[in-house]
């Protein structure tokens, strides 16, 4: 039968999936964010999110069991329910942040059937405060990191590696106002996230306070400090380098609360240094430190051996 509504038509080879498929080229329009079909006559199935689990059910579950869940989404136009006043109980119960939000937050998981409800959940087990403290009590060389409102992922991953690769023993990081840990973060981090302890808290204030009722010394980066970062002895003491935002800095209360402030020198008038390069320097000098006594410490056990040898 004769086509009469000369419509164009052309073939699609291997896009979305679809081969040697007829489709009509009037009213088509495909958004280039997210491949869908305006005209709502084709949608292809979104790719899987590694870091969310979606729906009421899936969230719950994921609650009862044993996955870190670092926020739960929930839109502002759902109506309350059993299962979303249980999902909202336990999470209080379990401390997982919970937030409201609009619709537009929603918009990179259309097709998806979530209910309204999103869990963003981390590759990584988390390590309680306590139970870090617990393990190197009787350490005096032991060392953290403490990212306030850090919100690059890429950033992250690559102080997570330095930390690795310097030995630090920790990362911090706050549940509100910084990037969580994402397969993002895994992913720059290559591999590294694997082999330090990666600590989330829901307020930084009673963290820091929490450290140093046990016996860490908090260190804070500052622009305005009078100390440069290799003024400090980082020798014989436990301590905590907190490093600020790439926007913000370190907040004020947490500043309040150091026992160091400290500066990387900028020799010319532009301070480009972001967040993980700055890191880099500050533990890196640690290690120096460290590094040098160790060396001492060998030289003078060489030379009582040599001493007790001669006799």
């Known amino acids: 039968m004769k086509n009469t509504n000369n419509a164009k038509y052309h073939r699609v080879k291997g896009k979305y999936g679809l081969n040697n498929n007829l489709e009509k080229q009037e009213n088509v329009k495909f958004s280039k964010d997210n491949h869908t079909q305006e005209n709502n006559t084709f949608t292809p199935t979104p790719t899987p999110d590694p870091d969310v689990i979606y729906g009421k059910n899936s969230v719950m579950e994921a609650l009862t069991g044993d996955r870190e869940i670092n926020k739960i989404l929930i839109s502002k136009t759902n109506h309350s329910d059993n299962k979303l006043e249980d999902i909202k109980e336990l999470a209080k119960a379990k401390g997982v942040i919970f937030q409201f939000v609009g619709k537009e937050k929603f918009a990179p998981y259309q097709g998806l ?12 087990k988390y390590v309680e405060l306590e139970d870090f403290i617990e393990k190197h009590k ?8 403490i990212l ?5 992922a890429h950033n992250i991953g690559a102080i997570i590696r330095t930390c690795v690769c310097a030995g630090v023993n920790g990362i911090l990081i706050p549940s509100r106002r910084n990037c969580q840990i994402t397969s993002t973060v895994e992913k720059t981090s290559a591999g590294a996230i694997n082999h330090i302890d990666i600590i989330k808290v829901n307020s930084l204030p009673k963290a820091i306070e929490t450290l140093k009722d046990n016996n860490w010394w908090v260190i804070v ?3 305005k400090a009078s100390q440069n970062y290799f003024d400090i002895d980082y020798n014989n003491m436990n301590f905590a380098i ?27 008038n532009f301070n480009s240094l972001n967040v993980s390069n700055a890191m880099s320097i500050i533990v890196y000098e640690s290690v120096r430190q460290r590094q040098k006594i160790l060396t001492k410490l060998r030289t003078d056990a060489s030379s009582v051996s040599d001493g007790r040898n001669e006799h």
């Open 113 to 124: 059937n979530h209910q309204g409800v999103i869990a963003q959940i981390a590759p990584i």
């Open 148 to 152: 306030d409102g850090v919100e690059d």
């Open 221 to 223: 980066t500052d622009a």
């Open 242 to 268: 907190v490093m600020g935002g790439e926007h913000s800095g370190v907040s004020q209360t947490l500043m309040k609360m150091s026992d160091f402030q400290i500066k990387i020198p900028m020799l010319k």
């Open 138 to 145: 009787d350490s005096n060389t032991s060392s953290l990191v």
